[in-house]
C-alpha cells in the first residue's frame, strides 16, 4: 500500500513496503533527487575555489568512498555529487580539505591546523534536491540545508 507523504516544498514521495524488510523511499513520478555543495570562504569573502572534497556513503561503522572532486572558482562542483538513481535514502558525508585550501591561499595556520578537514554528514530521505552550503573561515563553519 502506498501513502504519501510532503515535504516542506509539498513536492510527494511515496513510502511503500518492498520484501517485507521495511519502508524504502522512491521518488515520486518525473522526480529526480540530487546532491549539490557550496563553500563561501567567509574570511576572505569569496567562494572557495580549488577545495578538495570527498563524498561517502556511511553504513553503519563502515564508509565507502563514492566521490573524490574539487570546487570549481565558483566555490560549487561541476556536477551534482549525487543524482538520479545513485542517490539512495540513507546517511553520507562530505569531507572539505580546508586547511590545503588555506595554505594554498598564503594564510599561516598552525600545527596542527585548526580545521584541516570538515566533515559535515547529512541524512538524505527521499528523491528532494539536497544542497549543502559550507560558509568557512580558518576557524569556524556553518552549514545548512540549502535550496
Not at 70 to 91: I, K, Y
Not at 118 to 146: A, C, N
Amino acid at each position: 500500500m502506498e501513502r504519501p507523504v510532503f515535504s516542506c516544498r509539498q513536492s510527494a514521495t511515496f513510502l511503500t513496503k518492498e520484501d517485507g524488510a521495511g519502508t524504502h523511499a522512491r521518488a515520486a513520478p518525473g522526480k529526480m533527487g540530487k546532491l549539490t555543495t557550496h563553500v563561501l570562504d567567509t574570511s576572505h569573502g569569496c567562494p572557495g575555489a580549488g577545495i578538495a572534497l570527498a563524498l561517502y556513503r556511511v553504513d553503519g561503522r563502515r564508509r565507502s568512498l563514492l566521490r573524490e572532486l574539487a570546487t570549481n572558482a565558483d566555490g560549487r562542483c561541476d556536477e551534482p555529487l549525487l543524482q538520479g538513481e545513485s542517490l539512495v535514502a540513507g546517511v553520507y558525508e562530505l569531507h572539505f580539505h580546508v586547511a590545503d585550501y588555506y595554505r594554498r591561499r598564503g594564510v599561516a595556520l598552525p600545527e596542527p591546523a585548526f580545521l584541516d578537514v570538515v566533515v559535515v554528514r547529512v541524512g538524505l530521505s527521499d528523491q528532494g534536491h539536497y544542497h549543502v552550503p559550507l560558509l568557512v573561515s580558518p576557524y569556524g563553519y556553518s552549514t545548512y540545508r540549502g535550496s
